[in-house]
């Protein structure tokens, strides 16, 4: 006799507590980082080590900036492009995903620091990284492969619109620009170029940009992103080139203390939490996707990523950050850059984190809008020509959602831009399916009837082939013409077609037989699926206007008997004994 719980005995795994055990136990290890992730950069690190210094590179202005608008300042930038880069790299989802501070991102925070203070900010991120965390056990990530295509496909190109115009006042050497939105500042910094022209700056970008896009067309395997960004700090150095530089940067992170985590601030805290939470979730989301789009034989997996951002925004407040995702221009970079797997986004946030501390003096010295070249050039090759003119010859409804997502995502922010794109593709799908739900007169099967009998049976009988769904969006176009027919005696309803049911549709529907029931017309109804008989029985379809039961047959022949009987009750039919079943299923 064994005793419950022995040492020497195995445990128990195979009852409902064992098996919840079980499940989750591999649902934590499906989340967790793989050994077989990293033996191929390990064997072969070249490309992801470059790649990653490319991206370091462009980041760092980024993280600066960033850090700088949020109102924490250009430390608390560096530090969540360090942090939240490093951790997103390891555990999340998709092998190509930079993370870091974002300008949408910033947007968010703003209100915060002035309502919050800078502790806000930095309890905030951290329990929207507790929220990412439990989404990701959720499985909620996988509701982005719902994400139509013209949706991705406009919020792609709407984000590589906002990237450049982020880079116009660096390319034109402005400073100051002004307007809450990027276009408004981008179209500042051009009305106060025109007003005192400068042609070396813009130059520079230009030069920067068509190396990066030629050089990199025919010579591939060559880093011209880190060549034309070298040559440029070089030459300007050499002439003495009075240009905006990146300027002096951090040489060091300070960790805050713990007093943000003040459970009695915590509560009031968790709107903001859930809304910067929401956004780390889609921005991240969304670039994965992107960046999934962009390589080939690539495919990131949605809950690990939420998973990854969860952490990295539980990491970086604990060490003075903000709130970070994935950056679709970062990534960009990353994948135009030659990255093959996590190395390169993990070696980004080392090389920053060793810029810190050991190169901030050369760093310094960067033309802004040598790097700005370089963004303008990974916008050009973050659209995918091919993908947007198949959709745009796809069709009208699709073009119509890619183009409102692509424009919101400009003139608002992607938050907006994706919940538009997703309403109007909801729209029109159902506009669709609408069109598609239809009533049609069908003939009545023929059999060794007299001629003058199928005559009198066309006149007085009609049977109607209902098909489709039939729900709010479709019910009342055609229903309410069903009840307009004339000259009939009988309506047999063939109900086997129906693919969707809803509430307003068995309600048009009973208003319909209503309708042909006070013109003395009696109802029939053939085929009707199981899933069906609850909202039809629910709003008294399978009941007649003077409180009988309504004849519901299996099969349209058994409804067609039963016609026939009605309208020649002395004829052969009634003594047939054509059966009334009423039970469900699908017409012979």
Same mark, same amino acid.
């Given at each position: #006799?064994?005793?419950?719980?022995?040492?020497?005995?195995?445990?128990?795994?195979?009852?409902?507590?064992?098996?919840?055990?079980?499940?989750?136990?591999?649902?934590?290890?499906?989340?967790?980082?793989?050994?077989?992730?990293?033996?191929?950069?390990?064997?072969?690190?070249?490309?992801?080590? /470059?790649? &990653?210094?490319?991206?370091?590179?462009?980041?760092?202005?980024?993280?600066?900036?960033? &850090?700088?608008?949020?109102?924490?300042?250009?430390?608390?930038?560096?530090?969540?492009?360090?942090?939240?880069?490093?951790?997103? +790299?390891?555990?999340?989802?998709?092998?190509?995903?930079?993370?870091?501070?974002?300008?949408? #991102?910033?947007?968010?925070?703003?209100?915060?620091?002035?309502?919050?203070?800078?502790?806000?900010?930095?309890?905030?991120?951290?329990?929207?990284?507790?929220?990412?965390?439990?989404?990701?056990?959720?499985?909620?990530?996988?509701?982005?492969?719902?994400?139509?295509?013209?949706?991705?496909?406009?919020?792609?190109? &709407?984000?590589?619109?906002?990237?450049? /115009?982020?880079?116009?006042?660096?390319?034109?050497?402005?400073?100051?620009?002004?307007?809450?939105?990027?276009?408004?500042?981008?179209?500042?910094?051009?009305?106060?170029?025109?007003?005192?022209?400068?042609?070396?700056?813009?130059?520079?970008?230009?030069?920067?940009?068509?190396?990066?896009?030629?050089?990199?067309?025919?010579?591939?395997?060559?880093?011209?992103?880190?060549?034309?960004?070298?040559?440029?700090?070089?030459?300007?150095? /050499?002439?003495?080139?009075?240009?905006?530089?990146?300027?002096?940067?951090?040489? &060091?992170?300070?960790?805050?203390?713990?007093?943000?985590?003040?459970?009695?601030?915590?509560?009031?805290?968790?709107?903001?939490?859930?809304?910067?939470?929401?956004?780390?979730?889609?921005?991240?989301? /969304?670039? +994965?996707?992107?960046?999934?789009? #962009?390589?080939?034989?690539?495919?990131?997996?949605?809950?690990?990523?939420?998973?990854?951002?969860?952490?990295?925004?539980?990491?970086?407040?604990?060490?003075?950050?903000?709130?970070?995702?994935?950056?679709?221009?970062?990534? +960009?970079?990353?994948?135009?850059?030659?990255?093959?797997?996590?190395?390169?986004?993990?070696?980004?946030?080392?090389?920053?984190?060793?810029?810190?501390?050991?190169?901030?003096?050369?760093?310094?010295?960067?033309?802004?809008?040598?790097?700005?070249?370089?963004?303008?050039?990974?916008?050009?090759?973050?659209?995918? $020509?091919?993908?947007?003119?198949?959709?745009?010859?796809?069709?009208?409804?699709? $073009?119509?959602?890619?183009?409102?997502?692509?424009?919101?995502?400009?003139?608002?922010?992607?938050?907006?831009?994706?919940?538009?794109?997703?309403?109007?593709?909801?729209?029109?799908?159902?506009?669709?399916?609408?069109?598609?739900?239809?009533?049609?007169?069908?003939?009545?099967?023929?059999?060794?009837?007299?001629?003058?009998?199928?005559?009198?049976?066309?006149?007085?009988?009609?049977?109607?082939?209902? @098909?489709?769904?039939?729900?709010?969006?479709?019910?009342?176009?055609?229903?309410?013409?069903?009840?307009?027919?004339?000259?009939?005696?009988?309506?047999?309803?063939?109900?086997?077609?129906? $693919?969707?049911?809803?509430?307003?549709?068995?309600?048009?529907?009973?208003?319909?037989?209503?309708?042909?029931?006070?013109?003395?017309?009696?109802?029939?109804?053939?085929?009707?699926?199981? @899933?069906?008989?609850?909202?039809?029985?629910?709003?008294?379809?399978?009941?007649?206007?003077?409180?009988?039961?309504?004849?519901?047959?299996?099969?349209?022949?058994?409804?067609?008997?039963?016609?026939? #009987?009605?309208?020649?009750?002395?004829?052969?039919?009634?003594?047939?004994?054509?059966?009334?079943?009423?039970?469900?299923?699908?017409?012979?």
């Amino acid at each position: #006799m064994s005793v419950l719980g022995s040492p020497n005995e195995p445990a128990n795994t195979t009852g409902p507590t064992g098996n919840r055990v079980s499940g989750v136990v591999r649902s934590v290890a499906a989340l967790l980082p793989r050994w077989s992730e990293w033996k191929p950069a390990l064997r072969a690190p070249g490309a992801d080590l /470059l790649s &990653g210094l490319i991206v370091a590179l462009v980041a760092l202005p980024l993280a600066l900036g960033f &850090g700088v608008s949020s109102g924490l300042g250009a430390a608390a930038g560096l530090t969540t492009a360090v942090i939240a880069g490093a951790v997103a +790299a390891v555990f999340g989802g998709s092998r190509f995903q930079v993370s870091g501070p974002t300008g949408a #991102m910033t947007v968010v925070l703003v209100p915060i620091v002035a309502q919050y203070g800078p502790t806000g900010v930095l309890a905030v991120g951290l329990i929207a990284g507790v929220v990412l965390v439990a989404l990701a056990f959720a499985g909620i990530g996988r509701a982005v492969r719902y994400m139509p295509a013209p949706v991705i496909e406009g919020f792609t190109a &709407g984000i590589a619109v906002v990237i450049a /115009l982020q880079q116009v006042p660096a390319a034109l050497g402005i400073s100051g620009a002004e307007g809450e939105k990027v276009w408004q500042s981008a179209f500042d910094a051009v009305h106060k170029f025109v007003a005192d022209p400068s042609i070396l700056t813009p130059s520079i970008a230009l030069v920067v940009a068509v190396a990066i896009l030629i050089g990199g067309r025919f010579f591939p395997r060559i880093p011209f992103s880190l060549v034309a960004v070298a040559a440029a700090t070089v030459v300007a150095q /050499l002439f003495g080139w009075d240009i905006a530089r990146i300027g002096a940067i951090p040489s &060091g992170f300070s960790a805050p203390t713990l007093s943000f985590l003040d459970l009695g601030n915590l509560t009031s805290l968790i709107a903001p939490a859930l809304a910067v939470a929401a956004l780390a979730a889609l921005e991240s989301l /969304l670039s +994965a996707t992107a960046a999934d789009s #962009m390589a080939v034989g690539t495919r990131h997996d949605p809950d690990r990523e939420l998973f990854g951002q969860g952490l990295a925004n539980i990491a970086a407040p604990l060490f003075g950050g903000v709130p970070a995702t994935g950056a679709i221009a970062r990534t +960009a970079v990353n994948v135009r850059s030659g990255a093959r797997t996590r190395l390169a986004a993990l070696t980004h946030a080392l090389i920053l984190a060793a810029i810190v501390y050991l190169a901030a003096g050369l760093v310094a010295e960067i033309p802004l809008s040598a790097l700005a070249g370089v963004l303008l050039a990974t916008t050009v090759r973050m659209v995918e $020509t091919a993908s947007v003119l198949a959709i745009a010859r796809a069709g009208r409804a699709d $073009t119509v959602v890619m183009i409102a997502t692509f424009l919101v995502t400009v003139v608002f922010d992607l938050v907006t831009a994706v919940a538009v794109g997703v309403g109007f593709a909801a729209l029109l799908a159902l506009r669709a399916v609408a069109k598609s739900a239809r009533i049609e007169q069908v003939p009545l099967e023929q059999g060794d009837h007299l001629a003058e009998e199928h005559e009198l049976l066309r006149e007085h009988i009609v049977a109607y082939r209902i @098909e489709g769904a039939l729900f709010f969006a479709a019910a009342h176009r055609f229903l309410l013409e069903l009840a307009e027919v004339a000259d009939v005696k009988v309506v047999i309803l063939r109900m086997s077609r129906v $693919t969707a049911l809803d509430a307003t549709g068995a309600i048009v529907l009973k208003d319909a037989i209503t309708k042909l029931e006070h013109r003395h017309i009696t109802v029939l109804i053939s085929g009707t699926k199981p @899933e069906h008989v609850r909202p039809l029985e629910a709003v008294g379809v399978f009941t007649t206007s003077d409180g009988q039961e309504r004849p519901v047959f299996e099969t349209t022949p058994r409804a067609i008997g039963f016609a026939r #009987m009605l309208v020649l009750p002395d004829s052969h039919y009634a003594s047939t004994g054509t059966g009334t079943g009423t039970g469900t299923g699908t017409e012979d």
